[in-house]
Every structure is written in C-alpha cells, then in structure tokens.
C-alpha cells in the first residue's frame, strides 16, 4: 500500500509544515477522506482561535510527487 505524506502549507506565514512520518493508505481516494477529515478538525481549532481560514494540505507521495492539494476552506460546513 502507498504512502501519504500531508504538509499543512500556510498561506499567511508563507510556510510548510511537512509530515515526514505519513501515513499509508490503499489509495488515494483514502487519502482524500483522511484529508478532508483532518482538515475538518484543524478548522474547527483555527475557528476556535479566529484565524483566518487560509492553509491547505499538499498530500504528496512516498517520493515526494504531489498527489492533490486540499485547501481547508473545502472542509467548511456549507
């Protein structure tokens, strides 16, 4: 099964957050779930603070390729 690495890139800081450890998966619709949930509970927090809703997940591959970009706002309640 393949590897997901989830950096938080965060726009107001012009920073990345990288997740060395990662987490393996059977696919990337599994790591599309995971990142939407996970970005689910990081807004919950940044709302909780009155941050700016601006970060996003980079998932990229065991060999660094970006698979898909995640940005947090996807995970508001509509």
């Known amino acids: 099964m393949p590897r997901f ?9 012009g920073t990345l957050e990288r997740d060395e450890e ?28 009155g941050q700016r809703i601006v970060s996003r997940f980079e998932v990229a591959d065991s060999e660094g390729n970006l698979v898909f970009v995640l940005p947090f706002r996807e995970a508001l309640p509509l």
């Open 22 to 49: 990662g987490m393996v998966l059977p696919d990337i619709a599994a790591a599309e779930t995971e990142a939407l949930e996970s970005a689910r509970q990081l807004v919950v927090e940044q709302m909780k603070t």
């Open 5 to 13: 690495h989830f950096h938080i890139r965060h726009e107001a800081a």
